[in-house]
């Protein structure tokens, strides 16, 4: 049985895995940004005696480290942040909303960030930490596309602090990854999406599974496939 800690496990793709961790046996902390929003995840919880839902605001740094100081020193084997905004209706050049790039920056980019940075020591505690950060094609500078200005930018920006973290802890017992998760049928995604949750998730788990220190720093798509950057 391994730990695993799930940021942003409301729903979709991290509710998901929150749901098929447990269903294989494993310890799940599955974190909410606002716990009276979170009900199929603490409903979820309750029919499970191997999933704890804590409160945890990747926007806040003080939420970050309050749920870095209850969780303790304990070892985490598996660190998945899911959590993350579009950022907005706005996101043209001409018409960007400033105040809503700053904030999804924060949610998106610095924000997992400091989540790396609050549970570190429990990854390298684990002695094999697996830290997964679920970015999108969209941060690739392969992707052929515009538009989507917030969102791909704070995207693209993390990616980078994913390859960044793998260089910094080469000579730490983590695997950083980064992980496309596909176009999923999420709230995000919307109902004509390619892939379900479920098959995101799985598809998730299967890479976590295999990975190695080699793979670390590498940007990965939910069906295993290197997603060129």
């Not at 950060?133 to 690739?140: D, E, H, K, V």
């Not at 992707?143 to 602090?161: C, E, F, N, Q, R």
């Amino acid at each position: 049985m391994t730990k695993v800690l799930i940021v942003g496990a409301t729903r979709g793709i991290g509710l998901e895995l929150a749901k098929q961790y447990a269903d294989e046996g494993d310890e799940v902390i599955a974190c909410a940004r606002d716990m009276n929003a979170a009900e199929q995840l603490q409903e979820l919880a309750a029919s499970r005696d191997n999933i704890s839902v804590e409160a945890l605001d990747i926007a806040d740094p003080a939420s970050i480290e309050a749920a870095a100081t209850k969780l303790g020193d304990g070892a985490i084997d598996t660190l998945i942040i899911v959590a993350g905004a579009v950022g907005g209706q706005h996101q043209s050049l001409d018409d960007v909303d400033l105040a809503e790039w700053h904030k999804t920056l924060d949610i998106n980019t610095i924000g997992p960030a400091l989540v790396a940075r609050a549970f570190k020591s429990n990854l390298a505690a684990s002695g094999n930490g697996n830290l997964m950060i679920l970015t999108s094609q969209l941060a690739a500078s392969t992707w052929p596309m515009g538009g989507m200005l917030i969102y791909s930018t704070t995207k693209a920006a993390v990616s980078k602090v994913g390859q960044i973290l793998a260089i910094d802890w080469k000579d730490e017992p983590i695997i950083v990854s980064l992980m496309h998760p596909g176009w999923v049928q999420t709230d995000m995604g919307g109902p004509h999406a390619e892939i379900t949750a479920q098959e995101s998730a799985s598809g998730i788990r299967k890479v976590i599974s295999g990975l190695t220190k080699e793979d670390s720093g590498n940007f990965y798509k939910w069906n295993g496939e290197i997603h060129p950057w």
